[in-house]
C-alpha cells in the first residue's frame, strides 16, 4: 500500500456508468461499506438525474461490498494505484434493494442453479476505439499493433495483475479500433470483470493524454464497437454440458432451449444490451452486427452465434461449444445484460423450448416467408421501439421490480428527449464522449 491510498466502492448504474464514493484504504469497511442514494440509480448517460425517475430527494441506501471482487488496479503511469470493491446496494438494515443491478444478475444466477442445475460460464469482449484525427493504420495489422505499443503491453500486465485474466489483444477493422478479451469465468465474475475493464481502459490510455471511447458508434457511418458475451451451460460438478453430437449444431436440448427462450425475448431485453439510440445505427445490416434475432452457424450477423470448435491436438467439442450474444455494446450493463441473458435461458427451459432453427447462410437470402417458417424475427430498429417491445413483454417485466422498471423507462426517455432533433452525427459524438 502506497501512502493515502484509497479505495472505491463502486455500482454500475443503468447507463454501464461505474460511479461509487472513495475513502482511504485503511477505512475501507467490508460490513458497513458507505452511504449511497436513490436517485443516483437515475442518472443517465450526460450526467442528469432523469426528470420522471421516481426517485427523489429522500431516502438513504448502502454500498454494501463483495469481497470477492476486491481489485487492485495498479501500472498506470503518473495514477496512484486505487482498490477497487463492487458492490449490491441495500438498504440500511442490510436488506436487498430491488433496484440493484448487481443483486439482479445474483438472483438469476441462483434461480438457474435451484431449478435447472446448471450455471453459466462466460466472459465479455470489449471493442474500443481511439477518438483521433490521425490517419488510422491498416486494419487488424501488426503494424497498428505495434503503433499502439507500449499501452497494449501495460494494458494486459494491468489487467494480469488486478486479476482479470487477459487473453486477446488486438487491432481491429475499424480506424483506431482495438480489441480486448478476458478469459471466461462465473457469470458474476465475468460480469464484474466487464464493470472493471471498461475503466481501466479509458484510465490508462486518458493517462498519456488519449481518449479511448466504448461507444457504439463514434461516426454514424463507421465501424461499431461492440461488446459480445460468449457463455456455456455447466452442470453442478462444473463439467460442460452444451454439447450433443446426435443433435443439430451439437447442441444439447438444454442448450437448444436456453438460447430459444434468448430469442423469444430478445426484442424487449435489447432495450437493455444496446441501450442507446446510436446503438440502433450500429444493428444494421452488413455491419457485422445483430439485425434480426436468430441462431447462426458460425455467422457474424447473427445475434446468437454458435462458435467454432477446434479438432486438433486432440481437443473435443464438449469442453469448447459456447454461444456468442452480439445485440450488445458498452451502453448496458454487465450485470444486466449477463442477467438477462440467464433469465431468457432459463424461461426457455422451463417452457421445454424446441432448439432454433440454426442458419448457415446470411439471412438476407431468405424470403419473408422463409423468415417466419423458420421462426426469425426483426430486431427492434430503434431504442424507443425496443422499449415499446420491453412494456409489452410481461415476462421480461415481471423479472423486474416496478420502481426498476419506471427509472429505466426514465432515464431511456429522458436521454431521448435530449437528443431530439439533433443530428446523428452530433448524436453520436455526444455518446463518444460520455462513453
Not at 453442478?236 to 443439430?248: E, Q, S
Amino acid at each position: 500500500m502506497v501512502a493515502n491510498e484509497l479505495a472505491f466502492i463502486a455500482t454500475n448504474d443503468l447507463c454501464a456508468t461505474t460511479r461509487g464514493r472513495s475513502m482511504p484504504l485503511p477505512d475501507l469497511d467490508m460490513e458497513t461499506g458507505c452511504g449511497w442514494v436513490p436517485a443516483n440509480l437515475g442518472v443517465h448517460a450526460f450526467g442528469q438525474i432523469a426528470k420522471d425517475s421516481p426517485f427523489d430527494a429522500t431516502g438513504d441506501l448502502r454500498l454494501i461490498p463483495d469481497e470477492r471482487s476486491l481489485t487492485r488496479i495498479d501500472g498506470i503511469a503518473g495514477r496512484p494505484p486505487v482498490t477497487v470493491v463492487l458492490a449490491d446496494i441495500t438498504h440500511l438494515d442490510g436488506t436487498e434493494w430491488s433496484c440493484c443491478p448487481r443483486t439482479f444478475l445474483r438472483h438469476a444466477i441462483r434461480d438457474l442453479r435451484e431449478e435447472t442445475g446448471l450455471s453459466v460460464f462466460g466472459a465479455f469482449e470489449h471493442e474500443f476505439m481511439l477518438v483521433t484525427d490521425e490517419a488510422p493504420e491498416p486494419p487488424m495489422s501488426l503494424q497498428a499493433m505495434l503503433r499502439a505499443e507500449p499501452l497494449g503491453t501495460e494494458l494486459v500486465g494491468i489487467l494480469a495483475a488486478a486479476g482479470l485474466q487477459p487473453e486477446n489483444w488486438l487491432a481491429e477493422y475499424g480506424a483506431h479500433q482495438y480489441e480486448i478479451t478476458v478469459k471466461a469465468s462465473d457469470a458474476l465474475t465475468a460480469a464484474d470483470r466487464a464493470v472493471l475493464l471498461r475503466d481501466i481502459v479509458r484510465n490508462l490510455f486518458h493517462a498519456v493524454g488519449k481518449h479511448a471511447s466504448f461507444a457504439p458508434l463514434l461516426e454514424p457511418d463507421s465501424v461499431g464497437n461492440g461488446v459480445h458475451v460468449h457463455f456455456s451451460l455447466r452442470d453442478r460438478d462444473g463439467m460442460p454440458v452444451m454439447h450433443d453430437a446426435a443433435r443439430p449444431g451439437g447442441l444439447s436440448a438444454a442448450a437448444g432451449a436456453f438460447a430459444a427462450g434468448i430469442i423469444r425475448h430478445a426484442p424487449a431485453i435489447v432495450a437493455f444490451t444496446a441501450a442507446s439510440e446510436v446503438s440502433y445505427l450500429r444493428l444494421a445490416p452488413h455491419r457485422w452486427s445483430a439485425t434480426y434475432a436468430f441462431l447462426g452457424h458460425h455467422n457474424r450477423e447473427a445475434m446468437l452465434r454458435l462458435c467454432p470448435t477446434i479438432q486438433t491436438g486432440g481437443r473435443t467439442p464438449a469442453s469448447q461449444l459456447n454461444l456468442e450474444f452480439r445485440a450488445g455494446d458498452a451502453t448496458g450493463n454487465p450485470w444486466l445484460v449477463m442477467g438477462l441473458l440467464i433469465r431468457a435461458g432459463l424461461e426457455g427451459i422451463r417452457q421445454r423450448l424446441e432448439a432454433p432453427t440454426i442458419l448457415d447462410r446470411p439471412v438476407e437470402e431468405l424470403s419473408d416467408k422463409q423468415l417466419t417458417a423458420a421462426g426469425i424475427a426483426r430486431l427492434p430498429a430503434s431504442l424507443p421501439e425496443a422499449l415499446r417491445h420491453l412494456g409489452s413483454d410481461q415476462i421480461v417485466r415481471k423479472w423486474f421490480s416496478a420502481d426498476f422498471l419506471k427509472v429505466f423507462q426514465a432515464v431511456r426517455e429522458d436521454e431521448l428527449r435530449l437528443l431530439d432533433g439533433l443530428d446523428p452525427a452530433t448524436k453520436c459524438k455526444l455518446y463518444a464522449d460520455a462513453y
